[in-house]
């Protein structure tokens, strides 16, 4: 069991947690994930590291509560316990001899795209992060995303914070006033990778996607992360979950990430009944 020594509320549906798994630590690197059960009963879910700190043998995970799994991992006080971790699980992000890069992040995913922008600033490398969220009150991490990179650009929906657009406007902008990128590593939605993608490809830029929203099962036996990838079969979990973006079929992914979708609320529903 690992204990969590730290919960926090990021906003509304999202929560933070740190728990002790120094083994996971002291091997995990940026883009990698764990699969974890929040009790006996549960589901196993893949949750990608945000951050680990090898000394004090600590992983943390940000989670947005959309399901049946991860409203039981939530119901876990601080101080109390996981039922089991696995990992670390994935091939890091590569981001060796990078010089200069744009990374993106929408939503929750900018979570996962913070330890990559994180070691890249950490290896000298000159990063622009673009973050997207709907609004300011799911806005999160600002300091910690403003310490991880050169310039940080903040993007709302409906502009109550940063600036009003989508990560493709703020993209697009730094793009044609002249930045110069080696590549860009876009995680998030599947819509927004697909649209970073289309736009990177107008200017010749290779781009990195991080397949994670499809996965379930996190080890290649259920096939629920199947994916096209340069017309070859791939699986997120066990190939990726880092991918060329112009590559991936992404229209094919998001059909079947919603294969799911009603037995999540069917089984969200019950969980909430017996309570």
């Not at 730290?6 to 883009?31: C, D, H, M, Q």
């Not at 493709?168 to 860009?184: C, R």
């Amino acid at each position: 069991m690992n204990k969590i020594i730290l919960k926090r509320s990021l906003n509304p549906t999202v929560t933070l947690f740190t728990f002790e798994a120094p083994l996971i630590a002291k091997k995990a690197e940026p883009g990698q994930f764990v699969i974890l059960r929040p009790n006996s009963e549960s589901e196993r879910i893949p949750l990608t590291i945000s951050d680990f700190d090898r000394e004090a043998g600590t992983v943390t995970v940000i989670v947005q509560i959309v399901g049946a799994t991860t409203a039981a991992l939530n119901d876990i006080p601080e101080g109390g316990y996981i039922c089991d971790v696995a990992g670390p699980l994935g091939r890091p992000t590569e981001t060796e001899g990078l010089k200069k890069v744009a990374v993106v992040g929408g939503g929750v995913g900018c979570a996962i795209a913070y330890p990559v922008a994180k070691k890249l600033t950490k290896l000298g490398a000159s990063v622009d992060f673009i973050v997207g969220f709907r609004n300011r009150e799911l806005v999160f991490l600002e300091d910690e995303f403003r310490a991880a990179s050169d310039n940080l650009v903040i993007m709302t929906d409906d502009g109550s914070y940063g600036e009003k657009g989508l990560v493709t406007d703020a993209l697009k902008k730094l793009i044609e006033s002249g930045a110069e990128y080696d590549e860009v590593i876009a995680i998030g939605p599947l819509i927004m990778m697909k649209f970073v993608c289309k736009l990177t490809e107008q200017y010749g830029i290779k781009t990195v996607v991080s397949m994670n929203p499809i996965m379930i099962d996190g080890t290649g036996m259920c096939g629920g992360c199947r994916l096209t990838v340069g017309g070859k079969m791939k699986f997120a979990c066990v190939d990726g979950p880092d991918f060329n973006g112009h590559e991936v079929d992404f229209d094919e992914a998001m059909r079947r990430n919603t294969m799911y979708k009603e037995f999540e609320r069917e089984k969200a529903c019950r969980l909430l009944n017996t309570k």
